[in-house]
């Protein structure tokens, strides 16, 4: 089991960035692929980012490529999430995920955070 615990997430104005964090803990992490997804009130959970257990192999949800990006530090622990020039739909309770098969595909993902609110303004 893999316990997910994210951070950053808070009120920023259209056009700025915020980085969101996932720390995880659990057994063989290191072989665990993670990922970033999110929900709004009255929609459904959209996949946002995801990246392999050693970062070779990263997926963006079109919504989000060139200004959203997913890293982990040397150590693959925690991962971050990037965000930059935020627009108002950006807004959403943000999930942190991990893949303990170790592949991105949104269907992939079972070990999920609770979220933390991100609201852009306009």
């Known amino acids: 089991q893999v316990q997910l615990v994210e951070s950053g997430g808070g009120l920023v104005q259209a056009g700025g960035s915020l980085r969101l964090s996932c720390a995880a803990s659990?057994?063989?992490?290191?072989?665990?692929?993670m990922g970033w997804f999110r929900q709004a009130p009255g929609k459904e959970r959209e996949f946002v980012a995801a990246?392999?257990?050693?970062?070779?192999?990263?997926r963006y949800a079109d919504s989000v490529k060139g200004r959203f990006t997913i890293f982990r530090d040397n150590a693959r622990n925690p991962v971050y999430l990037q965000m930059n020039s935020l627009k108002r739909e950006d807004t959403a309770v943000y999930y942190c995920?991990?893949?303990?098969?170790?592949?991105?595909?949104?269907?992939?993902?079972?070990?999920w955070g609770q979220g933390t609110q991100v609201t852009v303004s306009s």
């Open positions: 990246i392999t257990w050693n970062g070779g192999n990263i």
């Open positions: 659990g057994r063989t992490f290191s072989n665990i692929a």
């Open positions: 995920a991990a893949s303990t098969g170790g592949t991105i595909w949104a269907t992939a993902f079972d070990n």
